[in-house]
T-cell receptor
């Protein structure tokens, strides 16, 4: 069975500072990994995904994530936070050929002006 | 393209009442999913479907039923609502991922239905 753990249910960063949201996964086989973002009162939107191609994945809105097999991690980063980045972020894992996603519990990102 | 739409957006029920949530997608996706989202618990899969006429149980299926009579629609039913079913419900869909058949990855989400059971 696969699972993800997101460290930190709340993260606050200053506008212009580095954003780092942590995600560790557990899977018995090579996984697909995803980051989704949820803005207030909206559904989830895909930010980026890793599906066994390049380990450094670039997504929308300047976000990127790096798949590190040795650390079983898929942390999300953005060099310079913007006020519009305030949202909840979910890491998720899927096994190739298994149509189900397993989500982490989410990290709420707050941007301090 | 409307994408994934959900009806209704809000609903308040009394304990024991029944209701059906409708999810519709116009992207010709094979896979459809129902999740519930509760504070501090992320999204949990209730039921899902890998094609028209098929359904399967997810992580938290008790108290819910589903049907996929048409490829574009996925219905979630609550036969006898309970306060524990107060939640935000999200529908999602995803396509086959060529060149593989039976493989999918990216899910596309609807805007959600906020359900309160008193």
């Amino acid at each position: 069975a696969q699972s993800v753990t997101q460290l930190g249910s709340h993260v606050s960063v200053s506008e212009g500072a580095l954003v780092l949201l942590r995600c560790n996964y557990s899977s018995s086989v090579p996984p697909y990994l995803f980051w989704y973002v949820q803005y207030p009162n909206q559904g989830l939107q895909l930010l980026l995904k890793y599906t066994s191609a390049a380990t450094l994945v670039k997504g929308i809105n300047g976000f990127e994530a790096e798949f590190k097999k040795s650390e079983t991690s898929f942390h999300l980063t953005k060099p310079s936070a913007h006020m519009s980045d305030a949202a909840e972020y979910f890491c998720a894992v899927m096994i190739f050929g298994n149509e189900k996603l397993t989500f982490g519990t989410g990290t709420r990102l707050t941007i301090i002006p | 393209n409307a994408g994934v739409t959900q009806t209704p957006k809000f609903r308040v029920l009394k304990t024991g009442q029944s209701m059906t949530l409708l999810c519709a997608q116009d992207m010709n996706h094979e896979y459809m999913y129902w999740y519930r989202q509760d504070p501090g618990m992320g999204l949990r899969l209730i039921h899902y479907s890998v094609g028209e006429g098929t359904t399967a149980k997810g992580e938290v299926p008790d108290g819910y039923n589903v049907s996929r009579l048409k490829k574009q629609n996925f219905l979630l039913g609550l036969e006898s609502a309970a306060p524990s079913q107060t939640s935000v419900y999200f529908c999602a869909s995803s396509p086959d991922t060529p060149p593989f058949s039976g493989v999918t990855d990216t899910q596309y989400f609807g805007p959600g239905t906020r359900l309160t059971v008193l």
